[in-house]
Nanobody, 115 residues
């Protein structure tokens, strides 16, 4: 069993910053990729950013230039630095881990951007 524990969400004003963290533990076969998705009220879950073990990254167009994904490969942790936050970034952010066999999801952390 794989556990993903997220932290770092909260309420921030437009233009502000937050840093999300997600630590993986348990019976991890071999991590291929870790990253973040988000789901806003009334919308489907969408990719935010992912990073593979070889360092390849993917970003949603809407966050390019504002969000940065990074990983600590020893600690099996993924981070999402979010800058210049906008109200449309408000969502529940979910951590994902792919180990080449399965996708594992965190419980989600709420990010609210509002003045």
């Amino acid at each position: 069993q794989v556990q993903l524990v997220e932290s770092g969400g909260g309420l921030v004003q437009p233009g502000g910053s937050l840093r999300l963290s997600c630590a993986a533990s348990g019976s991890i076969f071999s991590i291929n990729e870790m990253g973040w998705y988000r789901q806003a009220p009334g919308k489907g879950r969408e990719l935010v950013a992912t990073k593979t073990n070889s360092g390849g990254t993917r970003y949603a167009d809407s966050v390019k230039g504002r969000f940065t994904i990074s990983r600590d490969y020893i600690k099996n942790t993924v981070y999402l630095q979010m800058n210049s936050l906008k109200p449309e970034d408000t969502a529940v952010y979910y951590c994902i881990l792919n180990d080449c066999r399965n996708d594992y999801w965190g419980q989600g952390t709420q990010v609210t951007v509002s003045s």
